[in-house]
């Protein structure tokens, strides 16, 4: 019998289940086992630093470009694998059919993605805790250490599938298919910090405790904890869908783990033959031959920046804008030029814009070069989720206080008046500003919507794609669209940054 195994967690899964009920006349020559494949601990350890790499990589993969779309701060009208119809507007509908050929590239790729390492990290959990494997090299006891990098694994994957999507699987080595069912994404962060939690407890009983980012850099015990408890403080704050829902969070909470967190930038040097590189920059910054950006800095960023540039580029052809001003030097870091390159005024020119992010750029080149930076976290990414806890909390003046001590009066100059509003501007601002491109994938578009700042019809979270609703025969949905902006899932425009 011929499995077709598509790459999801569930399928994967599910077709372990199936194996173990076949009629007993037939003979898989290919049914996995895990035991077998994870022979000895050497095995298992390779098993996990692939996946930890993975993970990694993905938190900073190319998929990033459709979040940044829908954030406005990137603009596009390139129809590649998609990208124009999250950045096109009014906003349009998921296309969620599952025989949308760009869907494995958009909604699908971190379904996927996410989902496997789950499975990975499910495997070793299930050999340590389940099956007793041993797990002893040269007299040393590597399961409690190998543990703590799998709960790892599956709560930070975990954290960004209820980050993005309405609902995903909780899978784990004793679930029962029979009744396994969707759980919402509210319930998908729960679990995520639970797993975290467990991962840094784990962590703590090892002495020489060490987490592979890829061969050759690792974290150590302390790293580690602060890296651990800063992804917690954001998979906690960026859960809420609106800002209604924000305002449930446990404030109290995301600041005991921020407090916690990263005391430098969590940014792995590139280690050069795309090994381990952010994808998103790579793509992000390549720039054309007429000096203009191939996916280029949404119009929005230089509207912050300087206030007279307008929300959307001028519709008539013979305009074009001149170079914005601002009193903030990290104006600097986007890079002005007349030519629209690949922008298309049949496709909008309201989607225009002549900037692009000129601050990671490195001749078209993030991949192959070693020694870069990849800019998975930034110590100011922390200082602005600080800042939020405290606004939610405290109010506006401690609120006010961290940010007059962070990037935006340190770079940029800018004092933060300690009012709601004054506060929530210069949150959305440093996000837009400090942070493009400089934190994972959606970090923008999350913040936005958990201020109702998101344009009418764009999707607050992605659908389970349509190829996975397709296996489980679920009926198929999806989100956004300015015609469903009164429908869940969807944002209403009621406080868009356009207004």
């Known amino acids: 019998m011929k499995i077709i195994i598509k790459n999801t967690l569930f399928a994967l899964l599910v077709s372990f289940s199936l194996i173990s009920c076949e009629s007993l006349d037939v003979i898989n020559e290919n049914q996995p086992d895990a035991v077998a494949a994870l022979g000895n601990p050497s095995d298992v350890i390779a098993l996990l630093d692939g996946a930890g790499t993975n993970l990694m990589m993905r938190t900073i993969g190319f998929s990033g470009i459709?979040?940044?779309?829908?954030?406005?701060?990137?603009?596009?009208?390139?129809?590649?694998?998609?990208?124009?119809?999250?950045?096109?507007?009014?906003?349009?509908?998921?296309?969620?059919?599952?025989?949308?050929?760009?869907?494995?590239?958009?909604?699908?790729?971190?379904?996927?993605?996410f989902n496997n390492y789950v499975f990975s990290a499910n495997l070793v959990i299930d050999l340590i805790e389940f099956k007793n494997s041993p797990m002893v090299i040269d007299g040393v006891d590597y399961a409690p250490q190998m543990l703590a990098q799998a709960y790892f694994i599956k709560g930070l994957s975990q954290g960004f599938l209820s980050m993005i999507y309405d609902k995903a699987y909780i899978v784990n080595p004793d679930t029962d298919f029979a009744t396994l069912e969707f759980s919402d994404y509210n319930t998908i962060s729960l679990a995520a910090i639970e797993n975290i939690e467990k991962s840094?407890?784990?962590?703590?009983?090892?002495?020489?405790?060490?987490?592979s980012i890829y061969q050759g850099y690792n974290l150590n015990k302390?790293?580690?904890?602060?890296?651990?408890?800063?992804?917690?403080?954001?998979?906690l704050i960026s859960t809420p869908r609106t800002k209604a829902e924000a305002a449930t969070v446990d404030y109290a909470k995301v600041l005991a783990y921020a407090n916690k967190g990263i005391s430098t930038d969590f940014s792995p040097p590139t280690n050069g033959g795309y090994e381990f590189f952010n994808n998103m920059q790579d793509w992000s910054t390549y720039t054309l031959s007429d000096d203009s950006g191939y996916l280029p800095t949404d119009i929005k960023v230089l509207s912050l920046l300087d206030s007279s540039y307008p929300?959307?580029?001028?519709l008539d052809p013979a305009v074009i804008l001149d170079p914005a001003t601002s009193t903030d030097p990290r104006l600097d870091y986007f890079k002005y030029a007349t030519s629209f390159g690949y922008l298309r005024e049949s496709r909008g020119r309201a989607l225009f814009t002549n900037y692009r992010n000129q601050r990671f750029y490195t001749n078209n080149d993030r991949g192959t070069?070693?020694?870069?930076?990849?800019?998975?976290?930034?110590?100011?990414?922390?200082?602005?989720?600080?800042?939020?806890?405290?606004?939610k909390s405290a109010g506006a003046a401690s609120a006010a206080a961290v940010l007059n001590s962070s990037a935006r009066f340190t770079k940029g100059n800018i004092t933060t008046p300690d009012t709601e509003a004054g506060v929530e501007y210069a949150l959305h601002y440093e996000y837009s500003v400090e942070l493009d491109l400089a934190a994972t994938i959606g970090t923008q578009w999350m913040f936005m919507r958990r201020f109702?700042?998101?344009?009418?019809?764009?999707?607050?979270?992605?659908?389970?794609?349509?190829?996975?609703?397709?296996?489980?025969?679920?009926?198929?949905?999806?989100?956004?669209?300015?015609?469903?902006?009164?429908?869940?899932?969807?944002?209403?425009?009621?406080?868009s940054w356009k207004n």
């Open 311 to 314: 929300k959307d580029y001028p």
């Open 369 to 391: 070069l070693a020694g870069l930076s990849t800019d998975i976290f930034h110590t100011e990414e922390l200082d602005y989720i600080k800042a939020e806890a405290q606004l």
């Open 452 to 495: 109702d700042l998101l344009q009418k019809g764009t999707p607050l979270n992605y659908p389970v794609p349509g190829t996975e609703l397709e296996i489980t025969g679920s009926a198929n949905y999806s989100f956004g669209g300015e015609t469903n902006a009164d429908k869940e899932g969807t944002a209403s425009g009621a406080n």
């Open 222 to 235: 302390a790293d580690f904890n602060e890296v651990a408890n800063s992804f917690m403080a954001k998979i």
């Open 66 to 113: 459709f979040y940044n779309l829908m954030a406005d701060q990137t603009s596009t009208t390139n129809a590649y694998v998609g990208l124009w119809s999250f950045a096109d507007q009014p906003r349009l509908q998921i296309n969620n059919s599952p025989t949308n050929s760009d869907l494995g590239e958009s909604v699908g790729g971190d379904w996927s993605g």
């Open 200 to 211: 840094i407890s784990l962590a703590s009983t090892v002495s020489n405790f060490k987490y």
